[in-house]
């Protein structure tokens, strides 16, 4: 189990706070005690807190690409990752570490967003495409790895637990009043709802791509 946060701002000259970043990940720090990792450029910033598994010595994250144009951090397990390495590293990819982390990087340089159609396991990603001004979150088809989502008109957040995004010092914690209600009725908050307002999940076998060129979504 590892954990992941970050903001991705529409100003993209508003750069992301390194104590608000710290902030979130310490949130989540007993999701991975092994390590923490932070990237921030422009108007994002993503956060790893590592679980090492993989690659003890190499998997630290975020994991980039060769030129460092893509960035990732990842919870969970790419099952078919070696398969998927040795058929990247044979159409000129290079990778840097031993981890399936590193997989996912390569993969989008390759297919874009559809990536996640060549993965099997169980995840949770946040990769950022510098050259798109993109933010790509994604999970995986079961939902095994949780994600969770909050956005204003001037950022948006992501998280593995509610936590990591009630870290970050601007949030709305306004109450979902249907939320309550599920929870009453059925002993739990279905579906894509959180017991807040501007927080839900990605739904599992979903992707999420966040543009900072009109702030949308897709």
């Known amino acids: 189990m590892c954990g992941i946060t970050g903001v991705l701002y529409a100003d993209r000259h508003r750069t992301p706070d390194k104590a608000d970043l710290k902030a ?25 807190r590592r679980l090492a598994i993989i690659d003890l010595a190499g ?15 990842f919870n969970g397990e790419i099952y078919n990752y070696q398969e998927l390495k040795q058929q990247l590293e044979a159409r000129g990819h290079v990778f840097r570490t031993n981890s399936d982390t590193e997989v996912l990087v390569h993969l989008y340089e390759d297919h874009g967003r559809d990536l996640v159609k060549h993965l099997r396991g169980m995840f949770a990603f946040a990769l950022w495409d510098a050259r798109k001004g993109e933010l790509l979150l994604a999970r995986d088809h079961l939902g095994q790895k949780p994600l969770f989502i909050y956005r204003d008109n001037e950022k948006l957040l992501f998280g593995s637990e509610l936590k990591a995004i009630l870290a970050h010092p601007n949030v709305d914690r306004s109450i979902a009043p249907e939320a309550i209600e599920d929870y009453l ?24 791509v966040v543009s900072t060129n009109h702030f949308n979504m897709s």
Request: charge should be neutral; hydrophobic fraction near 40%.
């Open 185 to 208: 009725t059925f002993g739990v908050i279905p579906g894509e709802r959180s017991i807040f307002a501007r927080v839900k999940r990605l739904p599992a076998a979903h992707t999420l």
């Open 59 to 73: 998997g630290n994250q975020p994991i980039a690409n060769e030129d460092e144009s893509v960035q990732v951090v």
């Open 24 to 48: 979130m990940g310490d949130a989540i720090a007993h999701r991975g005690p092994a390590g923490e990792g932070f990237f921030k450029a422009n108007n994002v910033g993503l956060v790893h």
